[in-house]
Nanobody
Framework: QVQLVESGGGLVQAGGSLRLSCAAS????????MGWFRQAPGKDREYVAH????????YYVDSVKGRFTISRDNAKNTVYLQMNSLKPEDTAVYYC???????????????????WGQGTQVTVSS
């Protein structure tokens, strides 16, 4: 069955960096656009970024542009999220997900993603 497993979360001070990884199995990874979302306590799940099948196109929510970088390695069935200049408001559980094809919702709508990982906690202290 399809499995997405996130790792790399942790506690970091404001201004620090973390690199999240999401290892996929049970699917043809290179056939899927991949996304990252996050969810803070008491808030809705929020789109962060997504990347095309080849990795040639990337998209970000405005609040992380210039600080976060999404990338992928199709040979390793893994998508990454490099997070720099972290802020306390970045604190959340971060999830990776596969984008539905054909797309039937907007890029930032969680309903447009079908398989999800279990999440990894990122905590940024001030």
């Amino acid at each position: 069955q399809v499995q997405l497993v996130e790792s790399g979360g942790g506690l970091v001070q404001a201004g620090g960096s973390l690199r999240l990884s999401c290892a996929a199995s049970g699917l043809t990874f290179s056939s899927y656009n991949m996304g990252w979302f996050r969810q803070a306590p008491g808030k809705d799940r929020e789109y962060v970024a997504h990347i095309s099948r080849s990795g040639g196109s990337t998209y970000y929510v405005d609040s992380v542009k210039g600080r976060f970088t999404i990338s992928r390695d199709n040979a390793k069935n893994t998508v990454y999220l490099q997070m720099n200049s972290l802020k306390p408001e970045d604190t959340a559980v971060y999830y990776c997900a596969t984008k539905r094809s054909p797309p039937n919702y907007g890029d930032s709508d969680p309903r447009g993603y079908n398989y999800w990982g279990q999440g990894t906690q990122v905590t940024v202290s001030s």
